[in-house]
Nanobody, 122 residues
């Protein structure tokens, strides 16, 4: 059974940081690219960042570029999203996803975790 488990969310003040891990099981993690997606109620999913299977290539949305860093540790079957300089517009549920083909389409995925809530507020 494939499982993706996100953690690390919470409430943080504007300008703060959070690190979100996503632990994978049930498939060969090192074979697949992965992505982070976020979603707020009433809106569609927004792609945040992606990483290739080996971790050498990373891709970021314009909103994430320069503030967020995606990484992975294949020995630990874990992907991370380091988020710095957070602002209220970053408030959302954050999901890790195993994409089907396209590393930048948040709607094309094979598996998705249950999500972790990030709230940025003073």
């Amino acid at each position: 059974e494939v499982q993706l488990v996100e953690s690390g969310g919470g409430m943080v003040q504007p300008g703060g940081s959070l690190r979100l891990p996503c632990t994978a099981s049930g498939f060969t993690f090192s074979d697949d690219g992965m992505m982070w997606v976020r979603q707020v109620p009433g809106k569609g999913p927004e792609w945040v960042a992606s990483i290739d299977s080996g971790g050498s290539r990373t891709y970021y949305s314009d909103s994430a570029k320069g503030r967020f860093t995606i990484s992975r540790d294949n020995a630990k079957n874990t992907m991370y999203l380091q988020m710095n300089s957070l602002n209220p517009e970053d408030t959302a549920m954050y999901y890790c996803q195993r994409p089907s083909m396209n590393l930048k389409n948040p709607r094309e995925y094979l598996y998705r975790g249950q999500g972790t809530q990030v709230t940025v507020s003073s």
